[in-house]
Protein backbone atom coordinates (compact mmCIF):
# COMPACT_ATOMS: atom_id res chain seq x y z
CA UNK A 1 0.00 0.00 0.00
CA UNK A 2 1.12 3.74 -0.55
CA UNK A 3 2.05 5.41 3.05
CA UNK A 4 0.66 8.69 3.73
CA UNK A 5 2.69 10.36 6.25
CA UNK A 6 1.60 13.91 7.66
CA UNK A 7 4.01 16.70 9.51
CA UNK A 8 3.18 18.25 12.00
CA UNK A 9 1.15 15.86 14.08
CA UNK A 10 -0.70 18.83 15.62
CA UNK A 11 0.06 22.79 15.33
CA UNK A 12 -1.64 25.60 17.50
CA UNK A 13 -1.65 28.89 15.58
CA UNK A 14 -3.10 32.35 16.35
CA UNK A 15 -6.20 33.78 14.93
CA UNK A 16 -5.52 35.29 11.82
CA UNK A 17 -2.06 33.48 11.30
CA UNK A 18 -1.00 30.93 8.77
CA UNK A 19 -1.38 27.54 9.42
CA UNK A 20 0.97 24.61 6.81
CA UNK A 21 0.54 20.97 7.10
CA UNK A 22 2.39 18.87 4.74
CA UNK A 23 1.84 15.45 3.44
CA UNK A 24 3.95 13.01 1.61
CA UNK A 25 3.21 9.92 -0.37
CA UNK A 26 5.90 7.06 -0.40
CA UNK A 27 4.95 7.14 -4.32
CA UNK A 28 4.37 9.76 -6.84
CA UNK A 29 0.22 10.24 -7.11
CA UNK A 30 0.87 12.16 -10.64
CA UNK A 31 -0.60 10.75 -13.39
CA UNK A 32 1.93 12.24 -16.35
CA UNK A 33 -0.62 11.95 -19.09
CA UNK A 34 -2.74 14.23 -17.69
CA UNK A 35 -0.47 16.01 -15.28
CA UNK A 36 -3.09 15.39 -12.62
CA UNK A 37 -1.73 14.71 -8.88
CA UNK A 38 -4.59 12.24 -7.34
CA UNK A 39 -4.66 13.78 -3.99
CA UNK A 40 -7.34 15.44 -1.83
CA UNK A 41 -7.62 17.32 1.35
CA UNK A 42 -10.29 16.82 4.01
CA UNK A 43 -11.70 18.77 7.44
CA UNK A 44 -12.74 16.86 10.01
CA UNK A 45 -14.98 18.40 13.40
CA UNK A 46 -15.14 16.87 16.31
CA UNK A 47 -18.51 14.63 15.90
CA UNK A 48 -18.41 15.22 12.79
CA UNK A 49 -18.05 13.45 9.25
CA UNK A 50 -15.30 14.50 6.80
CA UNK A 51 -15.52 16.96 4.42
CA UNK A 52 -13.57 17.33 1.09
CA UNK A 53 -11.58 20.71 1.10
CA UNK A 54 -9.29 20.24 -1.81
CA UNK A 55 -8.54 17.81 -4.96
CA UNK A 56 -6.61 16.94 -7.47
CA UNK A 57 -3.73 18.63 -5.05
CA UNK A 58 -4.69 22.04 -5.68
CA UNK A 59 -8.79 22.50 -7.08
CA UNK A 60 -11.12 23.90 -3.99
CA UNK A 61 -14.51 22.12 -3.65
CA UNK A 62 -17.35 24.45 -4.02
CA UNK A 63 -17.93 26.09 -0.99
CA UNK A 64 -14.39 26.10 0.15
CA UNK A 65 -13.42 29.40 1.47
CA UNK A 66 -10.20 30.78 -0.29
CA UNK A 67 -7.89 30.80 2.82
CA UNK A 68 -7.39 27.20 1.77
CA UNK A 69 -5.41 26.54 -0.71
CA UNK A 70 -3.92 23.14 -1.55
CA UNK A 71 -0.11 23.00 -3.51
CA UNK A 72 2.82 20.23 -4.25
CA UNK A 73 3.22 17.61 -6.92
CA UNK A 74 4.48 13.92 -7.34
CA UNK A 75 5.42 12.98 -3.87
CA UNK A 76 5.03 16.27 -1.88
CA UNK A 77 2.11 18.52 -0.97
CA UNK A 78 0.83 21.14 1.15
CA UNK A 79 -2.62 21.95 2.76
CA UNK A 80 -2.22 26.19 3.85
CA UNK A 81 -4.63 27.79 5.80
CA UNK A 82 -4.28 31.44 5.07
CA UNK A 83 -5.95 33.35 7.85
CA UNK A 84 -6.98 30.58 10.78
CA UNK A 85 -10.55 31.36 11.55
CA UNK A 86 -12.30 29.75 14.94
CA UNK A 87 -14.12 27.24 12.75
CA UNK A 88 -10.33 25.89 11.04
CA UNK A 89 -10.15 24.27 14.40
CA UNK A 90 -9.87 20.72 13.50
CA UNK A 91 -8.29 17.72 11.94
CA UNK A 92 -7.07 17.48 8.35
CA UNK A 93 -6.34 14.61 6.26
CA UNK A 94 -5.04 13.64 2.77
CA UNK A 95 -5.75 10.86 1.22
CA UNK A 96 -4.23 9.45 -2.43
CA UNK A 97 -6.72 8.21 -4.62
CA UNK A 98 -4.24 6.81 -7.07
CA UNK A 99 -3.01 3.66 -6.05
CA UNK A 100 -5.34 1.06 -4.78
CA UNK A 101 -6.41 0.52 -2.06
CA UNK A 102 -6.41 4.88 -1.63
CA UNK A 103 -4.74 5.38 1.24
CA UNK A 104 -5.19 8.64 3.96
CA UNK A 105 -2.57 10.01 5.59
CA UNK A 106 -2.86 10.00 9.98
CA UNK A 107 -4.36 13.47 10.20
CA UNK A 108 -2.88 16.72 11.30
CA UNK A 109 -4.85 18.09 14.25
CA UNK A 110 -4.72 22.43 14.30
CA UNK A 111 -5.63 24.16 17.36
CA UNK A 112 -6.04 27.91 18.58
CA UNK A 113 -2.88 28.89 20.21
CA UNK B 1 -30.08 17.95 -2.77
CA UNK B 2 -27.71 15.40 -2.70
CA UNK B 3 -27.84 13.06 0.64
CA UNK B 4 -26.29 10.42 1.75
CA UNK B 5 -28.53 9.41 5.41
CA UNK B 6 -26.53 6.26 7.14
CA UNK B 7 -28.73 4.02 9.75
CA UNK B 8 -28.57 4.59 13.42
CA UNK B 9 -25.78 3.26 16.06
CA UNK B 10 -25.60 -0.48 17.01
CA UNK B 11 -24.67 -2.24 19.80
CA UNK B 12 -23.69 -6.11 18.76
CA UNK B 13 -22.35 -9.04 20.66
CA UNK B 14 -18.91 -10.60 19.14
CA UNK B 15 -19.96 -13.29 16.26
CA UNK B 16 -23.58 -11.72 15.42
CA UNK B 17 -24.20 -10.29 11.80
CA UNK B 18 -24.48 -6.57 11.03
CA UNK B 19 -26.40 -4.99 8.06
CA UNK B 20 -26.10 -1.03 8.26
CA UNK B 21 -27.32 1.09 5.69
CA UNK B 22 -27.01 4.03 3.39
CA UNK B 23 -29.88 5.49 1.67
CA UNK B 24 -28.96 7.71 -1.24
CA UNK B 25 -31.00 10.89 -2.45
CA UNK B 26 -30.61 14.07 -4.86
CA UNK B 27 -28.53 12.15 -7.85
CA UNK B 28 -28.80 9.06 -9.96
CA UNK B 29 -27.80 6.62 -7.56
CA UNK B 30 -26.23 4.05 -10.84
CA UNK B 31 -23.95 6.69 -12.03
CA UNK B 32 -21.40 7.56 -9.03
CA UNK B 33 -19.13 5.42 -7.14
CA UNK B 34 -19.96 4.73 -3.29
CA UNK B 35 -18.06 3.35 -0.53
CA UNK B 36 -17.11 3.10 2.90
CA UNK B 37 -14.61 4.08 5.37
CA UNK B 38 -13.68 3.17 9.29
CA UNK B 39 -12.77 5.71 11.75
CA UNK B 40 -12.01 3.75 15.00
CA UNK B 41 -12.26 5.13 17.96
CA UNK B 42 -9.64 8.62 18.67
CA UNK B 43 -7.68 7.04 15.13
CA UNK B 44 -7.40 8.01 11.34
CA UNK B 45 -9.18 7.46 8.33
CA UNK B 46 -9.55 3.75 6.53
CA UNK B 47 -10.76 3.10 3.05
CA UNK B 48 -12.60 -0.11 3.15
CA UNK B 49 -14.07 -0.19 -0.50
CA UNK B 50 -16.36 0.88 -2.94
CA UNK B 51 -19.20 -0.37 -5.58
CA UNK B 52 -20.49 1.23 -8.72
CA UNK B 53 -24.26 0.94 -8.43
CA UNK B 54 -24.26 0.68 -12.11
CA UNK B 55 -22.95 -2.65 -12.83
CA UNK B 56 -21.89 -3.86 -9.15
CA UNK B 57 -17.92 -3.71 -9.62
CA UNK B 58 -16.79 -4.06 -6.31
CA UNK B 59 -13.18 -3.38 -4.91
CA UNK B 60 -11.92 -4.02 -1.57
CA UNK B 61 -9.05 -3.11 -0.03
CA UNK B 62 -7.39 -5.82 1.05
CA UNK B 63 -7.52 -5.04 4.31
CA UNK B 64 -10.82 -5.67 4.32
CA UNK B 65 -11.60 -8.31 1.77
CA UNK B 66 -13.05 -11.21 2.99
CA UNK B 67 -13.97 -9.20 6.40
CA UNK B 68 -16.88 -7.23 5.06
CA UNK B 69 -19.42 -7.12 2.31
CA UNK B 70 -20.51 -4.60 -0.01
CA UNK B 71 -23.86 -4.02 -1.99
CA UNK B 72 -26.39 -2.41 -3.03
CA UNK B 73 -29.99 -1.79 -3.66
CA UNK B 74 -30.97 -0.10 -6.55
CA UNK B 75 -35.04 0.30 -6.24
CA UNK B 76 -34.73 1.89 -2.74
CA UNK B 77 -31.24 3.93 -3.64
CA UNK B 78 -29.72 2.73 -0.66
CA UNK B 79 -26.24 1.09 -0.04
CA UNK B 80 -24.91 -1.52 2.78
CA UNK B 81 -21.93 -2.54 4.79
CA UNK B 82 -22.48 -6.40 6.58
CA UNK B 83 -20.59 -8.44 8.45
CA UNK B 84 -20.76 -12.09 9.21
CA UNK B 85 -19.21 -12.67 12.65
CA UNK B 86 -18.94 -9.46 14.24
CA UNK B 87 -15.28 -9.28 16.71
CA UNK B 88 -15.02 -6.50 19.11
CA UNK B 89 -11.95 -5.00 16.55
CA UNK B 90 -14.64 -4.16 14.66
CA UNK B 91 -15.76 -1.14 16.99
CA UNK B 92 -15.69 1.54 14.97
CA UNK B 93 -17.58 4.89 12.87
CA UNK B 94 -18.22 3.65 9.73
CA UNK B 95 -19.20 6.69 6.95
CA UNK B 96 -20.22 5.46 3.54
CA UNK B 97 -18.93 8.25 0.88
CA UNK B 98 -19.60 8.83 -2.69
CA UNK B 99 -17.44 10.08 -5.28
CA UNK B 100 -17.69 12.41 -8.34
CA UNK B 101 -19.14 10.31 -11.09
CA UNK B 102 -18.08 7.39 -12.77
CA UNK B 103 -14.13 7.04 -11.80
CA UNK B 104 -12.82 4.92 -9.32
CA UNK B 105 -9.91 6.74 -9.06
CA UNK B 106 -11.25 9.99 -7.40
CA UNK B 107 -11.97 11.30 -3.59
CA UNK B 108 -14.83 11.85 -1.74
CA UNK B 109 -17.10 14.38 -2.25
CA UNK B 110 -20.33 13.61 -0.32
CA UNK B 111 -19.99 11.53 2.92
CA UNK B 112 -22.76 10.45 5.26
CA UNK B 113 -23.03 11.39 8.73
CA UNK B 114 -21.98 7.80 10.17
CA UNK B 115 -22.55 4.81 11.97
CA UNK B 116 -21.57 4.04 15.53
CA UNK B 117 -20.69 0.08 15.31
CA UNK B 118 -19.71 -1.05 19.24
CA UNK B 119 -19.22 -4.68 19.54
CA UNK B 120 -18.69 -5.62 23.09
CA UNK B 121 -20.13 -8.53 25.09
Known amino acids: DIVMTQSPDSLAVSLGERATINCRSSQSVLYSANTKNYLAWYQQKPGQPPKLLIY???ARQSGVPDRFSGGGSGTDFTLTISSLQAEDVAVYYCQQYYYFPFTFGPGTRVDLK | EVQLVQSGAEVKKPGESLKISCQAS????????IGWVRQMPGKGLEWMGV????????RYSPSFEGQVTISVDESITTAYLQWNGLKASDTAMYYCARTSGTILEDAFYIWGQGTMVTVSS
Open chain 2, 26 to 33: GYRFTSYW
Open chain 2, 51 to 58: MYPGDLDT
Open chain 1, 56 to 58: WAS
